[in-house]
């Protein structure tokens, strides 16, 4: 089955500076990935996702980039500000009956 | 529009103890899961429902019971609920199981086995 491994577990950057989180995943057949936010209390949010016909997408100062060969794809966060402060997750599937596998997430600290 | 709605949003259990995470979604999906959250662990699949009147284990079903009692509703049950139950349940939806439609999430019902 799906394993989706992430890294780094933890991530602190100054505000304005940039962050990248990446993800792989083991199968190939794999098609669809978004990505997640979870602010303190609350249940994970879509905040971009990406399909495997595109290389990369990009939503203001939010984009994630695939690579399907190397079966990875990273989140990238321009200009931090505090409250991109939260925990992210990744996830993966595929159209042959499986369900989201989610990578084990990063927690993202902006310091002012 | 409320999205994913889960009840209770937290609960304190003794063990042996049963009890039923509700969930309730206003936005037509025809898919339902309910998931765990450990510290470390990310999420991982309990029970999934990919239309009214079926239901599927996921990765960690055991200890766990679901139904699906119409579109909009789909309840966890802990029938004799142990230390290792611990955790943040989650309830999420979409249109449907197949193919790349994103999961929608409740806020999480925070449950802990004495």
């Known amino acids: 089955g799906e394993n989706v491994e992430q890294h780094p577990s933890t991530l602190s950057v100054q505000e304005g500076d940039s962050a990248v989180i990446k993800c792989t995943y083991s199968?190939?057949?794999?098609?669809?990935f978004p990505w997640y936010k979870q602010e303190l209390g609350k249940g994970p949010q879509l905040i971009i996702d990406i399909r495997s016909n595109v290389g990369e997408k990009k939503d203001q100062r939010i984009a994630v980039t695939l690579n399907k060969t190397a079966k990875h794809f990273s989140l990238h966060i321009t200009e931090t500000q505090p409250e991109d402060s939260a925990v992210y997750f990744c996830a993966a599937r595929n159209n042959y009956g499986q369900n989201f596998v989610f990578g084990p997430g990063t927690r993202l600290s902006v310091l002012p | 529009n409320a999205g994913v709605t889960q009840t209770p949003k937290f609960q304190v259990l003794k063990t042996g103890q049963s009890m039923t995470l509700q969930c309730a979604q206003d936005?037509?999906?025809?898919?339902m899961y309910w998931y765990r959250q450990d510290p470390g662990m990310g999420l991982r699949l309990i029970y999934y429902?990919?239309?009214?009147?079926?239901?599927d284990k996921g990765e960690v079903p055991n200890g766990y019971n679901v139904s699906r009692l119409n579109k909009r509703e789909f309840s966890l049950r802990l029938e004799s609920a142990a230390p290792s139950q611990t955790s943040v349940y989650f309830c999420a939806s979409n249109w449907d199981r197949g193919g790349g439609q994103p999961q929608h999430f409740g806020d999480g019902t925070r449950l802990s086995i004495l």
């Open positions: 199968d190939s057949a794999s098609n669809y």
């Open positions: 429902s990919a239309s009214e009147g079926t239901t």
């Open positions: 936005m037509n999906h025809n898919s």
